[in-house]
Structure formats: structure tokens, C-alpha cells
């Protein structure tokens, strides 16, 4: 195996509390103000890293954003000091508050669509962050996210980082939860698949009708072009509008691929037979088998693999050839689930070791093990660029829990959001957590 797949885990935000903020998220919406334990969270998500990089993987971290979001409440017309802002905006509205406040960065499948410098035409890994503006909660994160990734990937002869798309619905993007890349190696020309709910420029009978469809067409193909590919090398799939109406808001909630398998349910796409038959004649390009795993609906059923997130998780490959499947306890815990995974393990295909996470906090919020992870595919000479102070060892992961234990609240509501006091508690752990990552001042309020 030749190249190397890095794991940036998103490291969950001191604010992380459940508000319900996000349509079309079942979960999300389910446990609207239930009672949070940030320090938890941060801790389920720290053990996820560490436990994977001791088994071999290459894996990093990204740090969370800087909540509440003062700056969006100031262009709001909320005025006076920090304190007074806060008071302002929570008297107005705790839901403004609230959207302002969420720690949704810490699902970094949504920060950015990455491509690998071998699909790119100047050799280089490129970056588009998300703009993410289905969701108010999440359409404030580009520039701290941009800022974040210049910091970790900070070399511009081996990184190109490109702006968000422009904030209007008809180019949706929301990042690497949509996008997959099939190819024999790591560092060796692949084939990237982008997944679509939408066209994004003309209205279909084809679209779901009870949830969004987030992602377009129309950016799905602006990125491509923005990232120098190949269009003999990409294709572009449209996700089942079935499946978005069933809770499916994210393709990385249906689908995950690594290398040449696509594990996917049979209902993930539409017209599935033909968009496979052009991914195998792309993969052939590349000279390489393309391996779908299709998982029957008589098995697991769309709402089985919503509740459970059995596709929002990670596909690794070992050094023996062979893949492990990273699931959260829920699938474990569910029948029907944990019987097709063990009969998958057993079947002598690709994927022979199942690794199972508590992720439970931030499942409650709608995002499992693929969400909480951005995959850079590297070569060994981009690697030694990245930002190393941003790569999980022994001695980081110490650090960053005791980090957590020093600065993270382990109980968070919707009321607790307005404490003047958090806001300062929040900027004192992130400025000690940018030295700790070696990251330089990323945040505004590092630079004021």
C-alpha cells in the first residue's frame, strides 16, 4: 500500500448542548434539549483518534470554533460590550442564541471537499471549504474552517485552499460528506464520485419532498473545476430522494467508500445499476477494480440505517490488504445490524474487522464516526508538510485531555449558552489549544 490516508478528526467545541437545529437530521431534532456533557463528548471523540492511531492508522485533529459567534450577533444590530451582546440576543431569541453557539464544526466531514494531488492537474492537494448554507448554524463556519486548514496544510507548493462557494441555495455545498474517491492506492490517480440531492439551476420531479436535498449538482461540478479534475476521472451521482426523506441528509449516511469498495445500501442512489457501470468504466481508466458492497434492504432497512448511522462510518486499510469497518455502539446494539456485520466479517470479503466507538453525544446530535472525520489522501512528501503539531501521538492525546479536563464544563443547556463566563472560558481554551496544536492565531479574537 503505497500513500497514505490521514484522518482529521474534528475536536468537539466547549458549547457542544442539543438544540434540535437541524432539519432533515433525525437525531438532531429528536433530542432537542436534552441535557449535553461537552467534556464528554470532547473525551468519546479524543478516544476514537487515539484508539485508531494505535491500531496503525495515520490520524490528526482539528480544532472546534471559537461559540458563541459574537461577530454574526454584532452584524445582527446586538450591541455594547460581550456581555451585553449575549443579554441582548438570548432576550430576543434563546433559537438565535443557540444557532450561534452550536459546536456543528466539530463535524469536519463538512468542512471541505478534498482532492488528492494525483486526480489534481498541478499536482497539488486542493481544498474547497463548504459554504453549508442550508443550515444558519453552519453557514457561519467557513472562515474560521479556511483559516483552520491554511494553518494545518500550510505549504502552497503541495496545498491549494480555494474559498467557500457563494452563499445562495443553488450552490449547496456540504463538503466531503458528499464526495467519495475510489482508486487502487493512495497516491495513484482515483476516481472521485460527487453525490448530489439536487441540479441546483433547474427543478426536477426527481428531488425529496419532505427534507432538503443540501448538496447541488451546479457545486458539486464548481468544485471539480475548481480542483483541476479530470472529467474522464469524476463522476456525479444523484442521491436516492428517497432516502433524504427518510433522514438520509448527508450521502456519508447511506454510503462510504475506501480504495476500490463502496459499501452502500441498495437504495442510496438513483438509476444505482448505471451510475456503477460509469464508475467501473472510469475506475478501468485508472486501472483499477472498482467493489461495491451493496447492503440489502431486506437486511437493514433505510430507517434501520439512519437510526443505527451503520454507513456514516470509516473504512480503513491495514497493512495486511484488508479493511476495517469503525461503527458507533448503536449499531452494535441494534439486531438486524450487528448480524449483517458479522456475516459481512465472516463472508471473506475486503472488510474482516469490525472496531465499534461510544460516540453517544455526538450521535444524540445526528453525527457518527464518518462525520466527525476529514479524509486527506497524501503522498509521504505531503505528509512531512502537514502542520505536525496536528497529528495524534501519545503525548497529544495526553495533552488534549488534559486540556479538557482543565477547561470543559460536563453539563450544557440551551440557558447556559448566554453565561458571560463561557464565552471567556472559551476563548481561554482555545488560545492554549492553537499552542498546543502549534497553529498560530487562527481565531479573531486572537487578532483584535
Not at 437530521?25 to 467534556?39: F, H, L, V, W
Not at 500550510?154 to 455545498?173: I, K, M, T, Y
Not at 457545486?219 to 472529467?231: K, Y
Amino acid at each position: 500500500m503505497s500513500g497514505y490516508e490521514v484522518n482529521f478528526d474534528g475536536l468537539v467545541g466547549l458549547t457542544h448542548h442539543y438544540a434540535g437545529l437541524s432539519f432533515g437530521n433525525e437525531a438532531s431534532t429528536r433530542n432537542q434539549s436534552a441535557i449535553a456533557n461537552p467534556k464528554l463528548a470532547a473525551k468519546q471523540g479524543l478516544l476514537k483518534m487515539k484508539a485508531l492511531a494505535d491500531l496503525g492508522f495515520k490520524q490528526g485533529v482539528l480544532p472546534p470554533h471559537e461559540r458563541p459567534h459574537l461577530s454574526t450577533l454584532r452584524q445582527m444590530g446586538f450591541e455594547g460590550s460581550d456581555a451585553q451582546v449575549l443579554a441582548k440576543a438570548n432576550a430576543y431569541s434563546p433559537r438565535l442564541l443557540s444557532s450561534l453557539s452550536s459546536a456543528s464544526a466539530m463535524w469536519v466531514a463538512n468542512a471541505a471537499t478534498v482532492s488528492p494531488s494525483a486526480d489534481s492537474a498541478d499536482g497539488r492537494v486542493h481544498f474547497t471549504v463548504a459554504n453549508l448554507n442550508n443550515k444558519f448554524h453552519r453557514a457561519i463556519e467557513a472562515d474560521t474552517t479556511s483559516a483552520i486548514l491554511r494553518a494545518t496544510f500550510n505549504h502552497r507548493e503541495h496545498f491549494a485552499h480555494h474559498a467557500a462557494l457563494p452563499q445562495v441555495a443553488n450552490l449547496g455545498d456540504e463538503g466531503a460528506a458528499n464526495h467519495n474517491r475510489l482508486c487502487g492506492e493512495y497516491d495513484r490517480q482515483g476516481v472521485q464520485v460527487f453525490v448530489y440531492g439536487r441540479n441546483g439551476l433547474v427543478t426536477g420531479d426527481n428531488e425529496p419532498v419532505r427534507y432538503p436535498a443540501r448538496q447541488t449538482l451546479l457545486a458539486s461540478e464548481a468544485i471539480a473545476r475548481l480542483h483541476q479534475l479530470d472529467p474522464v476521472r469524476t463522476a456525479f451521482v444523484q442521491q436516492n430522494p428517497e432516502a433524504i426523506d427518510r433522514g438520509v441528509f448527508h450521502n456519508d449516511v447511506i454510503s462510504v467508500s475506501n480504495r476500490q469498495v463502496l459499501f452502500h445500501h441498495e437504495q442510496a442512489f438513483v438509476n444505482q445499476q448505471a451510475a456503477f457501470d460509469e464508475i467501473r468504466r472510469k475506475m478501468a481508466s485508472v486501472e483499477a477494480d472498482f467493489k461495491p458492497i451493496e447492503v440489502p434492504k431486506s437486511r437493514v432497512s433505510l430507517d434501520d440505517a439512519v437510526a443505527t448511522y451503520l454507513f456514516n462510518s470509516q473504512l480503513l486499510s491495514r497493512a495486511d490488504g484488508k479493511m476495517t469497518i469503525v461503527v458507533p455502539e448503536e449499531s452494535r446494539q441494534h439486531a438486524a445490524v450487528w448480524d449483517y456485520l458479522s456475516d459481512l466479517r465472516a463472508s471473506g470479503g475486503p472488510i474482516d474487522d469490525i472496531q465499534v466507538f461510544d460516540l453517544r453525544e455526538s450521535m444524540r446530535n445526528g453525527g457518527g464516526p464518518a462525520c466527525l472525520r476529514l479524509r486527506v489522501a497524501l503522498n509521504a512528501t505531503e505528509l512531512s508538510a502537514v502542520n505536525q503539531g496536528s497529528l495524534i501521538d501519545d503525548t497529544l492525546f495526553a495533552r488534549l485531555n488534559d486540556w479538557v479536563d482543565s477547561h470543559y464544563r460536563d453539563r450544557m443547556q440551551q440557558e447556559d449558552l448566554a453565561d458571560p463566563q463561557l464565552l471567556l472560558e472559551v476563548r481561554r481554551a482555545l488560545d492554549e489549544l492553537t499552542q498546543i496544536l502549534r497553529l498560530g492565531s487562527i481565531y479573531p479574537f486572537q487578532q483584535a
